[in-house]
């Protein structure tokens, strides 16, 4: 009789049996003789471990019961705990297998997958996050965690080092409709099929819907009930093998979790309540060697103690692309209408914002999708896109009902009839979601329904399919509307359809209240007690109510849910009442915000409009009245004007700034230059800039009245900042102690990329403090220090950190007294350093010793671009020396060397270096009086060289020889796009040359001869040249004394031959 216990038992054998333990068995049978030297030999010529017991357990069980028994003799009584494994665990890990495979199936759609199987590390929740309605959440957000740390879904549950270990508490948080159990169904899915997170022994997942259930339970009964094929759950809670505990859905947990109050419980037979088991295994007194992983929105999370989690992660919302692909997929086969819904609802910022949640995306997508098919329909009664959140929802709700009855269209009476039954469903429904909402209940259960006197049997169609799902779970049946925000919709529809005719509070159930007359005063109740509110529950509720109010959502409902125009009695009244709630004293919280969002829902925009038009035109100086601050933290989230660009500047003032920080949080471009802010003022922003939620990036605090103090409030909060790049503070006061301060900050901030600190008297000591910075930053790429009287001293600093330093970019020194010794040093570091991009010593009093300091460098130097030396005293032998420095450098591409007294000798040794020079696609010698010598030199140059772009000649003393040799040089040149001979001398005579040059040369693009004694001949000589030139798009001829005639001359030319280019006269 062959071996019935190895036969039994082979599959778990295979997969259990360590190559150590199976040379061990191997001896043991050649103890007994139950296996050969040859077989054992044969055994070990085997290359796999599973081919390797495969072929042991073939020959023992070819030998008969007793060869079967000897081997469970030997497991059993050497390793009882790899025999209870396999004789009972790993049987009930492959049913358990089984049975998650059954559930789940394949997982979830492809298009899911990146999204889903990276999720967001985050450090804690936010305070939005804490305090905010998941709709705030996204709209304030614009739907983007300012988060850089992603963790790939097969590593959620590992250490996040060699040195860690694997977090004990995860919780991974979404808003309503993010993916968050689509995400534990893609888990369970890809963990039973050995994808992921092998080492984990049971994936046990669980809902709080299935737990609202039960009253009470014990740790091991829980195990038994949810998963009946784990016959011994004593396995799970003993902590024998690797336990993944889920629970998916904490925000639908029917009892708020108390760790405070909560008593002890290590027993896991015990039973106890519910919520108490729950805090008991989170604290790690029951399943205290399982991971716990915990879903839920934001809010309900926060129950959970910080000081207990291990590892917080969340689902990021779709990206342009992933909403893009979604919409394909919703209209698959209308691709057309796929690209008219993107486009409609990227049109509106609020909406795309809101498509970054799946589940609103489907709505929008359908709504709009629904709107465009029908809007040619000449019986719609309205062809305007939705805009609101209250319309798209209309839309939703009216697609749904016209399913239900477009088959019934020919019969008037079965119409009436199932336009009853669904009013009646509706009111039900509504009436279940409003107290539902009020009780912060989102699933329901058979009882709820018929409590509310809904009738299961007729929760079919379309109607409720697209309002409300039903789940069948082991024990019941749960029911719960596909988005929270169709809850509050249902719910809105069901407060606006009784406040017309009930007595008392609607918000007491039991209708027990003090009377309560008229729809006003209900409307008014139920904004006051949203405005009372301390976490948003009830703002997405009012906005629904405020916007059946609307002109538009009455057109669309009128005969389904609402009457005719009956808004038009309680609008103005509900208008002057929410205006009523923003007269505020500076006072602005995300209630007040909330304010403005249902004037937008009934469609009162004056308010918004006015004060969005003063931001375009950059006159809100004087008029941000409490009422008004009101409207710009609404536009501060929604205005297109703040997409790019936040401009706040000369308009703020302390209290101002104050009541707006909730809202200047999550303004990516913050500009608040010029409003005359102090050190208090910084303290405010330090506040901003410290917090977790903080989204800006750049901020410019230009030409306020900031000193070391305040510079010393925004170190401290660049110290712990992860989101600002830039940061301009130029023309304040910081001086040497604000200079230390952020000098400080830059050792221990690794993501601000430039620091503009221009004209703040940090002098040199500033100067030393900031390169001490520089020797430890890594990430600095750009640092403005012009007009800060750093001098030499301050320059050597900077020089001695640039020699270390290799990220920095973009150095200005302009105006700041380095002379010769300074500049010294810094050429010396560019010698050695292989970051600097462009280095700015504009009038710095460089002599002409320093120009072979200069040249030496740029021989040995092939990083730097631009070079600006603008307004120094190089003269003619400096500059000479730089010239023959630059035949050799193919590196730098600008030069500037603006007023530095130079003459022809120099401009002629430029011009040799542009014969050889491939590199240099700017000059700039604008002030210098190279005279026509200097010019002639230069335009031989320019017929050979074939890469300089732009060449800027202003005031240089030009006139008609070197104006006539330049316009040859023009004549073959093709790579010459900008000119600019301002203020020199080349009369009519070089006019005319130039015009004959002009005929030919097809590259030119900007023209500037202003103030040249061109005359009206001259003027026209170059007008009448545009006729065959196609490539000039820009001429300056102003200060030649045209006259009136020559003007007209001129503009009927340019008109009739070149109408494209502008010419300014």
Request: charged content about 20%.
């Amino acid at each position: 009789m062959e071996g019935v216990w190895i036969n039994r038992y082979r599959k778990q054998l295979v997969r259990s049996i360590s190559p150590q333990f199976l040379e061990e068995i191997i001896c043991y049978m050649r103890k007994l003789d139950l296996l050969s030297a040859e077989e054992a030999g044969q055994i070990q010529e085997v290359s796999s471990l599973s081919e390797q017991v495969k072929a042991v357990m073939d020959l023992l069980a070819g030998k008969g019961s007793y060869a079967s028994q000897s081997l469970q003799t030997y497991i059993e009584t050497t390793n009882a705990q790899l025999y209870l494994h396999i004789t009972v665990y790993d049987p009930m890990v492959q049913k358990h297998l089984e049975s998650l495979q059954n559930r789940y199936g394949t997982g979830v759609e492809l298009g899911q997958l990146e999204r889903l199987t990276n999720l967001l590390l985050v450090e804690g929740l936010t305070d939005i996050q804490q305090k905010e309605h998941d709709v705030m959440q996204i709209e304030a957000t614009k739907g983007m965690r300012n988060v850089a740390k992603k963790i790939p879904l097969e590593k959620l549950f590992l250490p996040l080092s060699k040195v860690s270990i694997p977090p004990r508490i995860s919780v991974t948080v979404g808003v309503a409709g993010i993916g968050k159990s689509t995400l534990v169904k893609l888990f369970a899915s890809m963990w039973a099929k050995g994808e992921v997170n092998k080492d984990i022994i049971f994936v046990l997942p669980l809902t709080f819907r299935e737990l609202n259930t039960y009253e009470k339970l014990s740790a091991e009964r829980l195990i038994r009930s949810a998963f009946p094929h784990i016959t011994e759950p004593s396995f799970i809670s003993n902590g024998t093998a690797r336990i993944l505990l889920i629970l998916d859905g904490l925000d639908e947990f029917k009892t708020p979790l108390d760790f405070s109050n909560t008593v002890v419980c290590t027993d896991p037979k015990k039973e106890i309540q519910v919520d108490s088991l729950i805090t008991n295994i989170i604290r790690g007194n029951l399943f205290q060697e399982a991971s716990i992983w915990v879903t839920s929105r934001p809010t309900a999370a926060s129950q959970i103690p910080g000081g207990l989690v291990d590892r917080m992660t969340e689902i990021r919302g779709f990206g342009a692309v992933e909403i893009k692909d979604f919409l394909d997929q919703m209209f698959l086969e209308n691709k057309d209408l796929s690209s008219q819904v993107l486009g409609q609802i990227k049109a509106n910022r609020s909406l795309y914002t809101m498509c970054t949640v799946p589940a609103f995306c489907w709505i929008s997508g359908s709504s709009m999708g629904y709107f465009l098919k029908n809007s040619t329909d000449q019986s719609q009664e309205t062809t305007t896109v939705p805009k609101t959140l209250s319309e798209i929802y209309s839309y939703y709700f009216k697609m749904a009902l016209s399913n239900d009855w477009q088959e019934k269209q020919k019969e008037t009476p079965r119409i009436e009839q199932a336009i009853n039954n669904s009013k009646k469903i509706i009111g039900n429904l509504g009436r279940l979601a409003f107290y539902g909402l009020l009780k912060k209940k989102y699933v329901f259960y058979e009882q709820d329904m018929k409590a509310y006197g809904i009738d299961l049997s007729s929760l079919q169609g379309s109607l409720c399919n697209r309002m409300l799902l039903k789940e069948e779970m082991q024990f019941s049946t749960v029911y719960y509307f596909s988005h929270l925000t169709l809850q509050e919709f249902l719910a809105a529809t069901y407060y606006y359809a009784s406040a017309k005719r009930a007595i008392f509070d609607l918000f007491t159930e039991s209708g027990m209240s003090w009377p309560k007359f008229g729809f006003l005063n209900h409307f008014k109740n139920a904004v006051q007690r949203s405005l009372q509110s301390d976490d948003g529950q009830l703002d997405i509720f009012v906005r629904f109510l405020s916007g059946l109010l609307s002109p538009q959502v009455n057109k669309l409902l009128s005969g389904w849910l609402l009457m005719k125009d009956e808004h038009n009695s309680f609008r103005s009244h509900v208008v002057s009442f929410l205006q009523s709630c923003l007269n505020t004293d500076y006072v602005i919280s995300s209630r007040t915000v909330n304010v403005m969002q249902c004037l937008y829902e009934v469609q009162h925009m004056e308010l918004a409009k006015t004060v969005e038009e003063a931001m375009k035109n950059e006159s809100l100086a004087g008029m941000l009245s409490p009422v008004n601050c009101s409207a710009l933290a609404y536009l501060l989230q929604v205005s297109e004007v703040c997409m790019e660009e936040t401009n706040l500047s000369n308009c703020l003032t302390y209290n101002i700034c104050k009541s707006l920080l909730s809202q200047l949080l999550f303004c990516s471009n913050l500009r608040l230059d010029n409003n005359k802010f102090k050190d208090n003022v910084m303290e405010l922003l330090g506040s901003v800039l410290s917090v977790k939620d903080c989204q800006i990036q750049k901020m410019s605090l230009a030409e306020n009245q900031i000193s070391n103090k305040g510079a010393k409030a925004l170190a401290r909060s660049l110290m712990v900042n992860r989101s600002l790049t830039v940061l301009d503070l130029r023309s304040n006061a910081i001086g040497p102690t604000g200079a230390k301060a952020l000098a400080d900050a830059l050792k221990i901030n690794q993501v601000l990329l430039s620091l503009n600190l221009q004209n703040n008297v940090i002098k040199d000591d500033g100067a030393k403090f900031l390169a001490e910075a520089l020797l430890t930053n890594h990430k600095l790429t750009t640092l403005h220090l012009q007009k800060n009287s750093i001098g030499p001293q301050g320059a050597k600093k900077i020089a001695e950190a640039l020699k270390q330093n290799g990220n920095l970019r973009e150095l200005i020194l302009q105006s700041n007294s380095i002379s010769n010794t300074g500049v010294t040093a810094l050429i010396g570091a560019l010698r050695s350093n292989r970051g600097l991009i462009s280095l700015n010593l504009r009038e710095n009093s460089i002599g002409q010793e320093g120009g072979p300091e200069i040249a030496n460098a740029l021989r040995a130097n092939c990083t730097l671009r631009n070079l600006d030396l603008a307004a120094n005293l190089l003269y003619d032998e400096g500059v000479k020396a730089i010239a023959l420095a630059m035949r050799e450098n193919q590196a730098l591409m600008s030069l500037h060397l603006q007023w530095n007294f130079i003459q022809s000798k120099a401009a002629k040794a430029l011009a040799q270096a542009l014969h050889s020079n491939t590199s240099l696609t700017s000059l700039d010698l604008q002030e210098n009086a190279i005279g026509d010598e200097g010019m002639i030199a230069l335009a031989a140059a320019l017929k050979v060289n074939t890469t300089l772009t732009t060449l800027c000649l202003q005031v240089a003393s030009i006139g008609v020889s070197g104006a006539k040799a330049l316009a040859e040089a023009l004549v073959v040149n093709r790579t010459l796009t900008t000119l600019d001979l301002r203020g020199n001398s080349i009369g009519v005579a070089g006019a005319k040359a130039m015009a004959n040059a002009l005929k030919v040369n097809r590259s030119l693009r900007v023209l500037n001869l202003q103030e040249n004694s061109l005359g009206m001949d001259g003027a026209i000589c170059i007008a009448t040249a545009l006729t065959g030139n196609h490539g000039l798009t820009y001429v300056n001829l102003q200060g030649n004394r045209i006259g009136q005639s020559g003007a007209k001359v001129i503009a009927d030319a340019i008109r009739t031959n070149s109408p494209r280019c502008i010419v300014e006269m």
